[in-house]
């Protein structure tokens, strides 16, 4: 998948040496938390019409000024990437499923008649970023630098029309698991009120408008007591989709005990996750049957309460890849397996990180190489707290 990553040299990687990150860089890195602090640096590529795409420059983490009458603020032209590099057991930092990343990012674009970045350029600009930031990429296994490419239109025009400016600005941080290193298991609970995607609309698009069309249940269910709300689709409202950020699976028990794997499929109201797809290729090499079938709710309560759903999980770029032990239905709280993290979880999550940290050999073409092993290049008085 990544045709980037065998076919292009390494025009970025720093060629001079080493110097210092900004006092007090290695207690942030073995704390980063998630994305507390800036990296202190940008990527910016720009699009005009007439002209096409800017060359990528890295600017220093500083204010957007922009027009109140900017056209991605009224109508929501905005989508966004969330991608991750990380520091390989030799050292050398490597950026994941770079150009998926890119290729989604178009993908989310188009839907919103934003203009198409290409993904050579997208790569290239994550790729010179985290060269010029790999002293900020934290070695901890789990850890890595957070990459937040944000693509805005930015032209002055009250006319709803698309954008003739568009703007992406990527942010770097170093992160730990949005949810903690712990992985300790989620809570969530169906959203029942609300929808957050139908068939057709935007849901498998990365815009911004998603995520503010699910803060209200969101922000309700965490206020009684749950990590997340878990989205039911909109028509029926019975068939499971995801929670707000990550895609989720079921690890069903056949009757000799053997797990099988499952997750809804893409019907175009969930997001397409890159995590979602590396598991499934990697349960695949571990010989775990893995398929993509519409799940209704109601035969997870049943199948919480049968013992035949053994384990649920949530995943995605930012959380990785995290269990869930307790589930909210409507009508009942519900436990699920002894409400602690199942073994097929934590076997696809180690799997999966010991891909991402080059413990295990990159067989899907996965890794993008962006230093050499030596790979630390600074500039000192850097850095800013988000
Ligand atoms: C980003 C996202 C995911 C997970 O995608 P990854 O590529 O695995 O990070 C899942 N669902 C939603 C709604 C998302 O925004």
């Known amino acids: 998948m990544s ?6 040299p390494a025009p970025w990687a720093p060629a001079s040496p080493a110097p ?14 998630f994305c507390r602090h800036s990296t202190g640096r940008v990527a910016v590529v720009e699009w005009e019409a007439g002209s096409g795409w800017s060359e990528p420059r890295i600017e220093p983490y500083g204010a957007l000024s922009m ?6 603020l009224h109508y929501g032209q905005a989508v966004f990437e969330g991608m991750k590099a990380f520091r390989g057991a030799d050292g050398t930092v490597s950026l994941f499923r770079a150009a998926d990343h890119g290729r989604r990012l178009a993908r989310s674009a188009a839907r919103l008649a934003m203009a198409e970045m290409p993904v050579e350029l997208f790569t290239r600009a ?18 890595s630098l957070y990459i937040r490419p944000l693509l805005l239109a930015t032209e002055a025009e009250m006319g709803l029309r698309p954008s003739r400016g568009y703007r992406c600005v990527f942010l770097a941080y170093p992160a730990d698991p949005c949810f903690g290193s712990d992985f300790r298991p989620l ?52 068939w499971v989709e995801e929670l707000s950020t990550m895609n989720v699976f079921f690890v069903w ?3 000799d005990g053997r797990p099988r794997l499952a997750t809804p499929p893409c019907d175009g109201t969930i997001v397409r996750g890159l995590t979602r797809d590396s598991l499934l290729t990697l349960a695949a090499g571990l010989g775990l049957p893995a398929v993509e079938e519409p799940t209704a709710l109601d035969a997870v309560r049943d199948g919480i309460r049968s013992g035949g759903l053994a384990e649920m999980f949530a995943c995605g770029t930012a959380g990785v890849v995290v269990g869930v032990g307790r589930l909210g239905t409507g009508d009942a709280d519900l436990i699920i397996g002894d409400g602690k993290e199942g073994p097929v979880t934590e076997r696809l999550r180690s799997a999966l990180l010991d891909v991402q940290h ?3 050999p990159d067989t899907h073409g996965w890794l993008l190489p962006v230093t050499g092993n030596a790979g630390t290049a600074a500039i000192e008085g850097e850095g800013r707290d988000a």
Do not use: F
């Open 187 to 238: 809570a969530v609970t169906a959203a029942t009120e609300t929808v957050r995607a139908v068939r057709g609309g935007t849901g498998e698009a990365k815009c911004a408008g998603n995520y503010a069309a699910s803060l209200l249940t969101r922000t309700e269910a965490q206020a009684a007591g749950y990590d997340e709300a878990l989205w039911l689709d909109g028509l029926e409202r019975r």
């Open 67 to 72: 027009d109140p009458a900017t056209l991605g």
């Open 126 to 143: 994550c790729a010179e970023l985290v060269a010029a930031d790999a002293h900020w990429v934290p070695g901890g296994y789990g850890q």
């Open 358 to 360: 080059a413990r295990t």
């Open 253 to 255: 028990h056949d009757a």
């Open 3 to 8: 045709d980037t990553a065998a076919s292009m």
């Open 20 to 33: 210092l990150g900004p006092p007090g860089l290695d207690r942030i890195l073995q704390d980063p938390g």
